[in-house]
């Protein structure tokens, strides 16, 4: 069982890694880009024992404590069997 | 009075702050690996700048969980000082004893210059021996010094007083030219409500001798001293 993460910044908060990355896309020609914000992926490898609720709530709490600073981003979990 | 410097994998200005300490401060000092669980010798703790972890996932994000990190959270609940530079400010904010976060600087560059900054507030463990309003020249180096908070925390830092230092220009002006890095509010360091917990990101301990540009950052130093001897 795996638990994808995905940690982005919160929407208030400025990202200009996201920004830098718009500019390269416009030289290389693409147009009719509104914006890029930059984030994060993680694949957490769990137990295949653990039931899906188990594994969501591991995968909760390792997102809310280590992977995601809640003062400045957001995270969302999906557990894939 | 003893103090402690504390050294993670990837510290790397634990000794500017040891030999600020034992050289200009003139007071013993220890370095405590970041295993040690037991800060009961010390009167202050520094967290000092570098790249703990090798700043993986976060600046700072992994630091707040070693070991040492829940004698610092005590210890700081205890009302000690404990002073957190650069690095260590990003540790301190990660690990909840500060509020607020350092993301990524504004230009992302790694920056690596002398800048201003002003005293906020000359009436706190650090900074009684400056007065509010003095500019003091003391170097910043780093990518992630972008201090961000929500209105509401920074409505409330500025009703207690929390910001310490802003980045200001020659003249103690605080505008926006004089902002390295983005920060909101211009804010280069804050402490906690009590006043015992301090972060910034400029390096005091880095101005502390006239051959290296500039000795401003002293008299933090004598600052935090006199509030240990006083206490």
Redesign the interface.
């Known amino acids: 069982m795996k638990a994808k993460v995905y940690v982005t910044l919160k929407p208030?908060?400025?990202d200009?890694?996201g920004k830098?990355i718009q500019h390269s896309v416009e030289l290389l020609g693409f147009e009719k880009i509104e914006d890029v914000r930059q984030g994060k992926f993680f694949e957490i490898a769990l137990d295949a024992n653990l039931s899906e609720t188990d594994a969501r709530d591991a995968a909760e709490n390792i997102a809310k404590n280590?992977?995601a600073?809640p003062?400045?981003e957001d995270y969302k979990v999906e557990i894939v069997s | 009075m003893k103090f402690g410097v504390i050294v993670f994998p990837g510290s790397n200005c634990d000794h500017d702050a040891y030999h600020v300490v034992s050289k200009h401060v003139g007071q013993p000092v220890d370095f405590i690996w970041h295993k040690q669980t037991d800060l009961s010798d010390y009167d202050a703790v520094i967290v000092p700048g570098g790249f703990s972890y090798g700043d993986y996932l976060r600046a700072g994000a992994l630091a707040k969980f070693s070991p040492v990190m829940n004698a610092v959270k005590d210890f700081a609940a205890r009302g000690n000082y404990v002073f957190g530079v650069c690095n260590g400010f990003q540790i301190l904010c990660e690990a909840g004893l500060l509020p607020g976060a350092l993301m990524r600087n504004s230009n992302l560059h790694f920056i690596c210059q002398h800048v201003n900054i002003r005293v906020e507030n000359g009436a706190m463990p650090y900074t009684s021996e400056l007065e509010a309003g003095e500019v003091l020249s003391i170097p910043i180096a780093h990518a992630e010094g972008n201090y961000f908070c929500d209105d509401q925390t920074l409505a409330e830092l500025e009703n207690n007083n929390q910001i310490i230092f802003r980045y200001c220009d020659e003249n103690g002006e605080i505008v926006d030219r004089a902002n390295p890095n983005g920060s909101r509010s211009n804010i280069a360091g804050i402490s906690n409500k009590e006043g015992n917990v301090l972060g910034m990101m400029p390096h005091p301990e880095r101005a502390c001798e006239e051959l290296l540009g500039s000795n401003d950052g002293r008299d933090i130093f004598r600052s935090l001293t006199k509030a240990i001897a006083e206490k």
Do not use: E, G, M, R
Request: aromatic fraction near 0%; charge should be neutral; proline fraction near 9%.
């Open positions: 208030s908060v400025l200009p890694q830098a280590v992977l600073n003062v400045i």
